[in-house]
């Protein structure tokens, strides 16, 4: 996060290289993420937890038909994790990629397919026919 410019200001950048400016459409998403009233915050008046979740607004803002989440949940509390897996499976089923990687195995509920590494190996692969998303 770009540490002088507002939560708004820095989901409205990822914009900005896109040449558009939805100012709503930037909102849209920090309400998505439960931080609806934190617009006008610096990153340093932010958590931990709460500036992860900007940085996944902003991911978002573009509405990027693949999203790469690399551990998405893990500085948030279990509520935030909830809010952030639900908001991945919903734009999973709105037909979007994604592709997680984590250290949670639990997360793999989540996922129609999963791949295991180790150390940087690859250990195999399963399909899950039980997915949640």
Avoid at 2 to 10: D, Q, R, S
Avoid at 20 to 27: M, Q, S
Avoid at 32 to 50: F, I, K
Avoid at 57 to 63: D, I, K, P, Y
């Amino acid at each position: 996060m770009i540490p002088f410019l507002t939560a708004l200001e820095n989901i409205m950048l990822a914009q900005h290289y896109h040449s558009v400016v939805d100012e709503a459409a930037a909102r849209k998403v920090l309400e998505q993420v439960g931080l609806g009233h934190r617009v006008t915050h610096l990153p340093s008046q932010l958590s931990g937890g709460e500036q992860q979740r900007v940085c996944i607004a902003r991911a978002l803002v573009n509405e990027p038909p693949v999203i790469f989440a690399d551990e998405p949940t893990g500085n948030l509390d279990e509520e935030n994790e909830q809010r952030v897996l639900d908001l991945l499976t919903d734009l999973h089923r709105q037909g979007r990629t994604i592709v997680m990687v984590t250290h949670n195995p639990a997360l793999g509920q989540f996922a129609d397919r999963i791949l295991r590494l180790q150390h940087g190996k690859y250990l195999g692969e399963e399909a899950n026919q039980h997915a949640l998303a």
